[in-house]
């Protein structure tokens, strides 16, 4: 006999749990899966290796490292993208890099999984014995807020209008912190070509030390190179991943709000099924009823 998939487990493609059979109940969830994003850490890891390598096989690896050159991009950079933001938001901006690697994640299938199963149940037994299945979400705070209020007999109108509230302050607070990573990519080759034009002054000033002028050209051509890196193989890349990742978990709570709305409303969970999978993308729909 095929192993029926979990309400909460992540279902294959298309799958039909088939009608009249028994579906299985909710297991607790303590906190939405922290996922390794592997694909962030050997994307950066072989960015930066493969540029080290070639550093490394053409000569003297000393010659990429330049005190001042440092101390013009990633000070200027972190400086200036300051005065755009404030301290806590570029401090900040530190914790969501991390998020970009290790990031909770519910998967989208397996919250329509969830959510089916939690209004086939208000369907069966009423809106109030969803009370007793709170405890096992408990990891979904969106989600426990919702049903909250649809148990405590908010109307629909004012469910929405609520959730909807939180999906903008979240939505904004992730804008937040990839506005941060992206204008540090647009400020720090800014300030390699800054750190250029102050080692081209030192060198012509002291042309007639030649002595100076390997030092300075070595600043001129060095924080070109950190701004380029920095900008192209780090902020850049992660502020494109943190949107995605917004994108993705934007999408689960979408989910959670078309249920929670279907079971304030008293819908059929059929129709509910019918709305989840068109948020799905085609290949991760689900087949809850026949």
Same mark, same amino acid.
């Given at each position: $006999?095929?192993?029926?998939p979990?309400? *909460?487990?992540?279902?294959?493609?298309?799958?039909?749990?088939?009608?009249?059979?028994?579906?299985?109940?909710?297991?607790p969830?303590?906190?939405?899966?922290? #996922? #390794?994003?592997?694909?962030?850490? *050997?994307?950066? %890891?072989?960015?930066?290796?493969?540029?080290?390598?070639?550093v !490394?096989?053409?000569?003297?690896?000393?010659?990429?490292?330049n005190g001042?050159a !440092?101390? *013009?991009?990633?000070?200027g950079t972190? /400086?200036?993208?300051?005065?755009?933001? =404030?301290?806590?938001?570029?401090? %900040?901006s530190q914790?969501? !890099?991390?998020?970009?690697?290790f990031y909770?994640?519910?998967?989208?299938?397996?919250? /329509?999984?969830? !959510?089916l199963?939690?209004?086939? #149940?208000?369907?069966?037994?009423?809106v109030?014995?969803?009370?007793?299945?709170?405890?096992?979400?408990?990891?979904?705070?969106? @989600?426990?807020?919702a049903?909250?209020m649809? *148990?405590?007999?908010?109307?629909?109108?004012?469910?929405?209008?609520?959730?909807?509230?939180?999906l903008?302050?979240t939505?904004?607070?992730?804008?937040?912190?990839?506005?941060?990573l992206h204008?540090?990519?647009?400020?720090?080759?800014? $300030?390699?070509?800054?750190?250029?034009?102050?080692?081209?002054?030192?060198?012509?000033?002291h042309?007639?030390?030649?002595? #100076?002028i390997?030092?300075?050209?070595?600043?001129?051509?060095l924080?070109?190179f950190?701004?380029?890196l920095?900008?192209?193989l780090?902020?850049?890349?992660?502020? =494109?991943?943190?949107?995605?990742?917004?994108?993705e978990?934007?999408?689960?709570?979408?989910?959670?709000?078309?249920g929670?709305?279907?079971?304030?409303?008293?819908?059929?969970?059929?129709?509910?099924? $019918?709305? @989840?999978?068109?948020?799905?993308?085609?290949?991760?729909?689900i087949?809850y009823?026949?």
């Open positions: $006999m095929m192993k029926q979990t309400a *909460i487990g992540r279902p294959a493609t298309g799958i039909n749990l088939g009608a009249g059979r028994e579906r299985p109940a909710l297991t969830v303590q906190s939405r899966k922290m #996922t #390794t994003d592997f694909a962030t850490i *050997i994307g950066l %890891g072989g960015a930066f290796g493969l540029i080290a390598t070639a !490394i096989l053409g000569g003297s690896p000393q010659a990429f490292f001042p !440092i101390l *013009i991009v990633v000070g972190f /400086a200036t993208t300051t005065i755009c933001f =404030s301290f806590s938001d570029v401090c %900040g914790k969501v !890099i991390l998020r970009t690697i909770p994640v519910t998967d989208p299938p397996a919250a /329509a999984l969830r !959510i199963h939690l209004a086939e #149940t208000a369907r069966k037994q009423g109030l014995s969803l009370q007793e299945m709170l405890p096992s979400l408990a990891g979904e705070s969106f @989600l426990c807020h049903l909250h649809v *148990i405590d007999g908010f109307s629909a109108e004012d469910v929405e209008k609520i959730l909807r509230r939180d903008e302050a939505r904004a607070r992730h804008v937040k912190s990839a506005s941060v204008k540090a990519a647009e400020v720090s080759p800014a $300030m390699g070509l800054i750190g250029t034009l102050v080692g081209l002054v030192q060198m012509l000033s042309l007639d030390e030649p002595s #100076t390997g030092p300075s050209m070595a600043v001129a051509l924080t070109t950190y701004g380029a920095l900008a192209n780090l902020f850049s890349p992660l502020a =494109s991943k943190l949107e995605r990742n917004s994108r978990e934007a999408l689960v709570d979408q989910i959670y709000l078309m929670a709305l279907s079971v304030g409303r008293q819908e059929n969970p059929r129709r509910l099924e $019918m709305l @989840l999978n068109s948020l799905l993308p085609p290949d991760q729909r087949k009823f026949d």
